[in-house]
């Protein structure tokens, strides 16, 4: 029987309510806000349920993997410098790196999540881009 993820977000719990164990297509333009309801989604796993989060940003603009590091220490995801306490794991490539390194950001981060769900924690595995880590791929 499927189990329902409460994210903590009333629409989405209420309007397209997310299957724990399913797979998620979040899909929009550029600026809709898609990065905002990922780091909600990551706070509120981390600190309603005490979960961890693994977000693989493939292509991503060095600003933006900075921002998001920076953006999980302000709010109490993450800890400065990483290690204990933690909820939330970042791997990226970069859009200036060689395509077979920007394709293996998604492995490792999968990789990343597996050993989490192997702790038996609950785990949110986010990739972003999926359209440039199929690029990447090709």
Partial sequence: EAQILVTGIKVLDLLAPYARGGKIGLFGGAGVGKTVLIQELINNVAKAHG??????????????????????????????????GSKAALV??????????????????????????????????????????TQAGS
């Fill in 92 to 133: 990226y490539g970069q859009m200036n790196e060689p395509p077979g390194a920007r394709a293996r950001v998604g492995l490792t981060g999968l990789t990343v999540a597996e050993y989490f769900r192997d702790q038996g924690q609950d785990v949110l595995f986010f990739v972003d881009n999926i359209f440039r880590f």
């Fill in 51 to 84: 979960g961890f989060s693994v977000f693989a940003g493939v292509g991503e603009r060095t600003r933006e993997g900075n921002d998001l590091y920076h953006e999980f220490i302000e709010s109490g995801v993450n800890k400065k410098g990483g290690g204990e």
